[in-house]
């Protein structure tokens, strides 16, 4: 038991990986397909002659990765939940509080990582110029944002106005608090959504900025 135990502990652990990593790869494709992609086909050229503008343009495909992120992120979680109802963990010495309360709390935390994962991706696809470019990029590049992730898993900090400020960390503590069952700290969701947010505002300025450009056709 003692085993069986442990490997569920491990298991559970893996969650909050599972979830983050969930929400960047949700838009990954669509991040290429978006830019390199369409720079790759021929298509981003006739595209961008269309009477709207390239913020226009810009906003509508990072609009569309971040659905997709978000999506994907709705599912995972889901699917935890119908999983979690399949192990016998309280045969292991385990409880586990994954109910729709816990499943729709987790969603609204890690939500506003959508947009920023998007961003993040659709800047490094747009210096790339096809597709398999794209994706060597993009691959190496979603696993920094993660990072923090292994601060959890290694270090098990605790939840804190500081640590809610790190995308990633923030995100995978709330995770963990609402597995756990622990009562939802307000402060702590206000601080990490808006912190993310910001980031990804930032990002998506940043991505915006590049749609500009006159080399965007490559």
């Not at 503008?53 to 495909?61: F, P």
Request: charged share 10%.
């Amino acid at each position: 038991v003692g085993d069986h135990a442990a490997r569920a502990t491990t298991a559970l652990g893996m969650i909050p990986y599972f979830l983050v990593f969930a929400v960047f790869m949700g838009g990954f494709y669509l991040a290429i397909d978006t830019t390199a992609g369409e720079r790759d086909l021929g298509s981003l050229e006739p595209l961008l002659t269309l009477p709207v503008s390239r913020d226009e343009l810009a906003l509508g495909k990072l609009a569309a990765t971040a659905l997709f992120s978000l999506l994907t992120l709705v599912l995972a979680t889901c699917a935890f939940a119908v999983a979690m109802d399949l192990v016998p963990l309280a045969e292991m010495g385990m409880t586990v509080n994954f109910d729709a309360v816990t499943v729709l709390r987790i969603i609204v935390s890690v939500a506003p990582l959508a947009l920023l994962a998007s961003a993040i991706m659709m800047v490094v696809a747009s210096f790339t110029n096809s597709f398999k470019e794209a994706q060597s990029w993009l691959s190496p590049t979603i696993l920094v944002p993660t990072m923090p992730l292994l601060v959890v898993a290694f270090l098990s900090p605790q939840p804190s106005v500081s640590t809610m400020l790190v995308p990633s960390l923030s995100h995978a503590l709330l995770i963990n608090e609402a597995v756990k069952g622990a009562p939802l700290v307000p402060l702590h969701l206000g601080v990490s959504a808006l912190s993310t947010l910001v980031y990804g505002g930032l990002v998506t300025l940043l991505a915006l900025r590049l749609y500009r450009r006159e080399g965007l056709l490559g």
